[in-house]
């Protein structure tokens, strides 16, 4: 049996299943953790404008797009809608964020950021960056961008998941 060629290899790789079963180091686990890590880090980060974990997204969201509803809200950030109402409320008390009837349909009531909510989304992008470059410390341009393009494809993969895959 001769050598087999780099392509033959990647080829015959790439079709073989991976058995990822087994163990507290598993894939889940270890997505699981690392998100968990990350928000620590990114609310350490966040404290000081007094912004709470998951307000950030809500912020960023609105600066992208404002006057969203809060249904909308919740499902363009995967959180259901009661949860999403509260985070509203408590970013309302905190001046970040105002309640506003829709102007085209009065039934419709649509969040906006408020001057304090506009002048934090620097804060928000820097804390980011911040707890982007912890979490990225050891890792050369070339890893990061590995990182990155498999986190989007197993993202896609769950995202086109069946409950019984």
């Known amino acids: ?95 970040f964020v105002e309640r506003r009837t829709d102007d085209g349909d009065g039934r419709l009531t649509k969040v906006y950021l408020t001057e304090h909510g506009r002048n934090s989304l620097q804060t928000i992008e820097a804390a980011g960056k911040s707890s982007e470059k912890i979490a990225t410390q050891d890792l050369s341009d070339k890893d990061i961008k590995t990182l990155m393009k498999l986190l989007r494809a197993v993202d896609a993969n769950l995202q086109g998941s069946t409950p019984e895959e």
């Open 1 to 95: 049996m001769g050598k087999k060629s780099k392509a033959e290899k990647k080829s015959k790789g790439s079709k073989k299943k991976h058995d990822i079963s087994g163990g507290p180091q598993d894939i889940a686990s270890l997505l699981v953790q690392a998100a968990r890590s990350m928000r620590t880090v990114l609310s350490r980060n966040l404290l000081d404008s007094g912004l709470y974990a998951g307000q950030d997204g809500v912020m960023l969201s609105l600066a992208e797009t404002d006057g969203l509803t809060a249904g909308s809200l919740a499902a363009k950030l995967g959180v259901k809608a009661p949860t999403m109402t509260r985070t509203i409320g408590r970013m309302e008390a905190q001046g």
